[in-house]
């Protein structure tokens, strides 16, 4: 996990951010209230977050789908991108965390738009295709708990219309999937997911090394 994009000089890096980051100063105080938080490393990089509030407007987005809360960035940049009446559906387990990201859903005026669910994303999940939602929403990211990431891929993938894209964050993991001497449990399920998506035909992807890597799905 990592709060800036992987294998970029500091220097270069501050360029990036000088000539390109337009962030929105709600999202720039949520950003630095969650870098003193114990655990802030796990928030996405600011150049994502504007990143993939670009994608939400090319694909015109209005009802999206996040996986894994924290404290709010990546919805609330989500949030603000879409119109109106734009919808995100999000999915934690932690009432800590997401009180956060509410009060600055709150702030923002965007608190209307988002839905959080608290409870295990795959509950949540086959609940949305129970009640007939498959195939009905535009934008997905997933950035949850890596040992489930392809439950949660299946899933967003039945959910996500043909055409849509699915986010998915952490894929480079720090690096640790390209050094064949790092065998923990969630470094190899990253690696075999990693896998599984090269060769998966209903899909078209990319993989973005930004932040700690980014894998860009579209469904076929």
């Not at 994009?5 to 969650?34: C, F, H, M, V, W």
């Not at 608290?118 to 040992?147: C, H, M, Q, V, Y």
């Not at 299946?154 to 690096?175: F, K, P, T």
């Amino acid at each position: 996990m990592t709060i800036r994009t992987l294998g970029i000089a500091p220097q270069l890096y501050d360029y990036l951010l000088n000539i390109s980051l337009r962030e929105p100063e709600i999202l720039k105080q949520l950003r630095q209230e969650t870098a003193q938080h114990p655990v802030g490393r796990m928030q996405i990089a600011p150049e994502q977050g504007q990143f993939m509030a670009l994608l939400v407007q090319l694909t015109v987005a209005k009802k999206t789908l996040e996986i894994g809360v924290f404290t709010g960035y990546s919805s609330l940049a989500v949030a603000l991108a879409l119109p109106p009446e734009g919808q995100v559906v999000a999915c934690d387990i932690s009432e800590e965390f997401t009180a956060i990201a509410r009060r600055y859903w709150q702030q923002a005026g965007v608190a209307d738009k988002i839905i959080l669910h608290i409870a295990p994303a795959i509950e949540t999940l086959d609940r949305l295709l129970s009640n007939g939602e498959a195939e009905t929403f535009d934008f997905a990211f997933i950035d949850a708990d890596k040992s489930n990431y392809d439950h949660y891929y299946e899933r967003s993938l039945q959910l996500i219309r043909h055409g849509g894209v699915i986010a998915i964050d952490n894929v480079l993991w720090s690096g640790r999937v390209a050094d064949t001497q790092v065998q923990d449990n969630r470094t190899k399920k990253i690696r075999a997911f990693n896998h599984k998506l090269l060769h998966d035909q209903r899909i078209t992807l990319s993989l973005i090394p930004i932040g700690d890597g980014l894998t860009l799905v579209r469904k076929n």
